[in-house]
């Protein structure tokens, strides 16, 4: 029997710990330098570091072929567990054709190793039915399934061991694994905990729907990705420094921890809602906010989709319990940030800007309003474009 004082189990269980320390990774580490060297892109690099840290518990490595069917046809590993969003190793084709079935590589990022692996299988899949099935959509000009296309024809399967860390370990100080950060709950007292997945900044109506949640738990998981996004993405440092000055000033330290999910995004909307909960479990979580169109990009996704897509599962086997949230906005005759759920005055009094908007608004170096964006936040904002179309200029 699990009581209420015990800590979220990780999905399947067990949480997976894939870094090899002391003398096994001395040895192992000697003995890669002889294997074939595959080079990783960006997003094997950072899938490789969330395998190796238990994030992407109950799997210990890249897919095999009926992991990854089972993946892309019904959400599901071959154990039973749901599972959204294929974590996969892909080649080209001429390297491919340089190992077997069986063999042990080294996977490099640039000349450093970062991961033996064993190749158990080595296998072709169709990314047509991938982009339909995960993305729900063949077109290229969404940026998940024009990574899918740019990617390698062969997949590579099988557990791996990490030896050495990503040259990237931008925001050292909140880098934490899940274990860490389970440690961290549990020192705390937090018996409930809920988890906030951004790719943005924290407007007013996410202080809101973050508080709201912190109302009903212990605390409150501020854990932005800060791996891959699209271009048009606010930088993460930018939102970095964004996070910590609202921190600092609008939330009780005792009851926020900042950390980040170097995870990069793929922009598989409700699939990725589903992905992005199960990886909260494995760090602790016992809720997590699913806003309106999680993870979506364009209008590739139902509003609701993200919402929907939990009740083709049982709560059982999700295991951490889902927050729905519709956007929220300052209503002017409330007084306050509301939603469509909680004010009945309508549009003519709601201060909303589009992402669009606030992106011109920025670039223009203008401040955001008050009743949409904190001042603080603003000033961090403007700052950060101006750089960026500094540097930009540049090039
Ligand atoms: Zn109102």
Redesign the pocket.
């Known amino acids: 029997m699990t009581s209420l004082n015990d800590p979220i189990a990780p999905h399947g269980g067990t949480l997976i710990d894939r870094q090899l320390r002391g003398e096994m990774k001395a040895a192992v580490s000697e003995r890669a330098e002889t294997l074939t060297q595959i080079p990783l892109a960006h997003m094997s690099i950072s899938d490789l570091e969330l395998l190796a840290i238990g994030a992407f518990s109950p799997l210990s490595g890249f897919m095999t072929r009926a992991d990854y069917e089972g993946t892309v046809k019904n959400m599901r590993l071959t154990n039973g567990l749901p599972w959204t969003i294929p974590v996969v190793l892909p080649v080209e084709d001429d390297l491919a054709g340089q190992i077997q079935e069986g063999q042990e590589i080294a996977l490099v990022e640039d000349d450093r190793i970062l991961a033996v692996m064993e190749v158990q299988e080595k296998f072709n899949y169709d990314k047509k039915f991938e982009a339909r099935e995960v993305y729900k959509t063949e077109e290229e000009a969404h940026p998940g399934v024009a990574r899918l296309y740019r990617q390698g024809d062969t997949l590579l399967g099988g557990p791996i061991w990490l030896v050495n860390w990503p040259k990237n370990q931008d925001f050292l100080d909140f880098r934490h694994t899940p274990a860490q950060l389970r440690r961290m709950f549990a020192a705390r007292g937090w018996r409930r905990v809920v988890g906030f997945q951004t790719r943005n900044p924290i407007h007013r109506a996410h202080e809101y729907i973050q508080k709201t949640a912190l109302e009903i738990v212990d605390g409150l998981l501020l854990h932005p990705l800060v791996g891959e996004t699209k271009k048009d993405d606010i930088p993460a440092d930018v939102r970095m420094e964004s996070y910590q000055s609202l921190l600092r000033d609008y939330y009780p330290p005792d009851r926020v921890i900042l950390g980040v999910f170097p995870a990069a995004m793929r922009y598989a909307g409700p699939r990725e809602a589903i992905f992005h909960a199960l990886a909260r479990k494995n760090y602790g979580c016992t809720h997590f906010i699913v806003g309106r169109d999680h993870a979506g990009v364009g209008k590739y996704y139902g509003t609701y989709d993200a919402h929907y897509i939990f009740d083709e599962f049982t709560a059982e086997e999700i295991g951490v319990t889902p927050l729905f949230f519709d956007h929220a906005f300052y209503?002017k005759?409330?007084g306050g940030i509301?939603s469509a759920k909680t004010?009945?005055?309508g549009k003519d009094?709601w201060v909303y800007l589009s992402g669009t908007q606030v992106r011109e608004m920025l670039v223009r170096g203008e401040m955001l309003p008050e009743e949409f964006t904190r001042p603080e936040v603003s000033k961090i904002l403007v700052e950060g474009m101006r750089r960026q179309i500094q540097a930009s200029e540049s090039e």
């Open positions: 209503c005759k409330c509301v004010c009945p005055h009094h």
